[in-house]
T-cell receptor, first 112, second 112 residues
Framework: DGGITQSPKYLFRKEGQNVTLSCEQNLNHDAMYWYRQDPGQGLRLIYYSQIVNDFQKGDIAEGYSVSREKKESFPLTVTSAQKNPTAFYLC???????????FGPGTRLTVT | GNSVTQMEGPVTLSEEAFLTINCTYTATGYPSLFWYVQYPGEGLQLLLKATKADDKGSNKGFEATYRKETTSFHLEKGSVQVSDSAVYFCAAESGGSYIPTFGRGTSLIVHP
């Protein structure tokens, strides 16, 4: 079964700690994306990558970092510099030049 | 850049009622238009799409028609079910970036 997996579903961290969210896809898609979702604010793009070893900042990249060492994987690190990290994080993928995105189930991060 | 405006929710309906969720967009050129659905605690799934003016996308009883003259892509369903309760996102993609712009989402609550 092809798809996108995100783990874990729920993640709890103390303030000041970095945390890495996992995203893996077996759809053979070149492009991958990270979004942040807050209540009433829709989806905001954090980072995206259209090819291995290359990625671009989205609208709200400050306090986040990514890597794209393999086509299948696009982990997101939420650093201690992110002022308000508690949110629902969604990973997505698509073919480059394709139109629809395929989303993972999301990771809910709570930082206290 | 593109922008997408959706009607604010929540939209609350009784089962078998008619549904309309309004979506308008501003975009360069001729965008592709999408409706995604997000069930509680899950990622987004593509519901339907349309890629050119006057196209009608349809899926699972939902429909939306690409209206270039009114820059709209309203979502409709003739008879909603309790299982349609979810958040619906309108999105537009154009300009060669292959990254969609999402609306803020509209929550639909269907009562038995």
């Amino acid at each position: 079964d092809g798809g996108i997996t995100q783990s874990p579903k729920y993640l709890f961290r103390k303030e000041g700690q970095n945390v890495t969210l996992s995203c893996e896809q077996n759809l053979n898609h070149d492009a991958m994306y990270w979004y942040r979702q807050d209540p009433g604010q829709g989806l905001r793009l954090i980072y995206y990558s259209q090819i291995v070893n290359d990625f671009q900042k989205g609208d709200i990249a400050e306090g986040y970092s990514v890597s794209r060492e393999k086509k299948e994987s696009f982990p997101l690190t939420v650093t201690s510099a992110q002022k308000n990290p508690t949110a629902f994080y969604l990973c997505a993928s698509s073919i480059v030049g394709g139109q629809e995105q395929y989303f993972g189930p999301g990771t809910r991060l709570t930082v206290t | 850049g593109n922008s997408v405006t959706q009607m604010e929710g929540p939209v609350t309906l009784s089962e078998e009622a008619f549904l309309t969720i309004n979506c308008t967009y501003t975009a360069t050129g001729y965008p592709s238009l999408f409706w995604y659905v997000q069930y509680p605690g899950e990622g987004l799934q593509l519901l339907l799409k349309a890629t050119k003016a006057d196209d009608k996308g349809s899926n699972k009883g939902f429909e939306a028609t690409y209206r270039k003259e009114t820059t709209s892509f309203h979502l409709e369903k003739g008879s909603v079910q309790v299982s349609d309760s979810a958040v619906y996102f309108c999105a537009a993609e154009s300009g060669g970036s292959y990254i969609p712009t999402f609306g803020r989402g509209t929550s639909l609550i269907v009562h038995p």
